[in-house]
């Protein structure tokens, strides 16, 4: 049996995993991990390169929610981490401290507080788990699954969607974790929040576009750090899919805020590649 089952979602990612992938990997040193990536029907090369880094991959189209309870119910190690591909795991020693923290807080799930997004703050999601990483006590979480709402399976399987099983963790909730609190409430349980944290701040904005000379301030743009008890485990670069020329974009960001994302993306990129990744500054809890 493997100390963690790691499951990442994978659509149109293959810059991504070609590097959060090894990154991932060189941070398991020790620790037994079966990694699967769950694809929602790539057509880039995402498929090919998680066959080199030889990741068991499952390709189903589906819904997020629908991926990540395949994910979980797909577990067979007594914790799990659920990622997004745009994950980058930076901590050699994040599953030691992560499985320790669930053991003394007796919590099921730890993950990032959903208000980091670069330099804006969404406060009216505090107290809210953000889906990117969600490192979870598998027991506990699939204790708290439940059968899903007939009217989201039917609409799933009107949409010819891959159903993962009639019962789920409640990921279908907004914005995929929001529904998580209330549902280990009801089971006597609790989850822990990490803290978010922008990158560090210059003195110029990068970007000529006055439109972003905020958020260009800060080193990755709305890319964030994420820090549980002062040790920064993963940066989060936040919106993947639009940094890959043939992702399906109609109706979300207009061409600005395509070339903003990407921007970023490429001085992450940069930095990642060279080894000088910028880390912001972690204060005292």
Known sequence: ???????????NDAAFVARTLPALQRTLDGVAARIVAWDNGSVDDTLDVLRKLGVETRVRRCAQADALDGLLALSDAPYTLLLHSDVFVLAPGWFALLRDALHATGAALISPEDIGLGNYRRHAF????????????TAKIRACRQLRPLPALLKNAL???????????????????HGLPA??????????????LPS????????????????SRFTYGDGNFYAYHGVITHYHNWYARYVNPQADLAGAMDDAQQAYSRAYTTRFFADFDAGTIHLPEV???
Do not use: N, Q
Request: net charge negative; glycine share 6%; proline share 11%.
């Open 1 to 11: 049996m493997p100390d963690v089952f790691i499951g990442m979602t994978t659509w």
């Open 126 to 137: 505090r107290a809210m788990p953000e889906s990117s990483f969600m490192f979870c006590d």
């Open 159 to 177: 949409r010819f969607r891959y159903l993962s099983g009639l019962r789920g963790i409640g990921f279908d909730a907004p914005h995929i974790t």
């Open 183 to 196: 549902r280990l409430a009801t089971h006597g349980l609790t989850w822990e929040m990490m803290r978010p």
């Open 200 to 215: 560090p701040r210059l003195p110029e904005p990068w970007s000529t576009d006055p439109a972003f000379a905020e958020e």
């Open 283 to 285: 204060k005292e809890e």
